[in-house]
């Protein structure tokens, strides 16, 4: 994450895509794993280019959340979470009838205590982009 933040969106982007992209679609666990963690670790880095491709960033990380391993689905889930820190309030206005469920649904009957605990660690980030819409209506109701 540190380092990603040095080298800049570009660099990041050059550096990094084609290996996630690589990672995870790779039939080793591990190794989709570790897509899914470092797609959510260059997200804060790549802003900009999540923000304007937030369609196809969620689209992955939905596919994390899927994924039949249980450290797959936890590593998704990070990578969800990141998302959803660095792109809000957009993100949750976009998602929220999609996502909600889908993480309420984990957080309930997944069998998985660390998996259940990652879904509501992310239903947490969601609300936080919810109050940030939130003051962002309020401020400008005020300022009209």
């Known amino acids: 994450e540190r380092m990603a933040n040095q080298m800049k969106e570009k660099l990041t982007l050059e550096a990094c895509s084609g290996v996630i992209g690589q990672c ?4 080793d666990w591990k190794i989709r794993q570790a897509g899914y963690i470092a797609s959510g670790l260059v997200t804060q880095a790549c802003k900009d280019h999540m923000k304007s491709n937030m369609q196809s960033a969620f689209e992955t990380a939905a596919k994390g959340i899927q994924d039949s391993h249980l450290r797959v689905k936890y590593a998704g889930l990070f990578c969800l979470a990141q998302l959803l ?5 957009a993100a949750q ?15 309930s009957t997944d069998s998985h205590v660390k998996v259940q605990t990652m ?13 940030e819409e939130d003051k962002n209506e309020i401020e400008e109701t005020m300022m009209s």
Request: cysteine-free; hydrophobic content about 55%.
């Open 93 to 107: 206005k976009a998602y929220h009838a999609e996502l909600v469920p889908v993480l309420l649904n984990i957080a």
């Open 119 to 131: 879904a509501v660690s992310t239903l947490f980030y969601f609300t936080n982009g919810l109050i």
């Open 24 to 27: 995870l679609a790779n039939e």
């Open 85 to 89: 820190i660095t792109l809000k309030p």
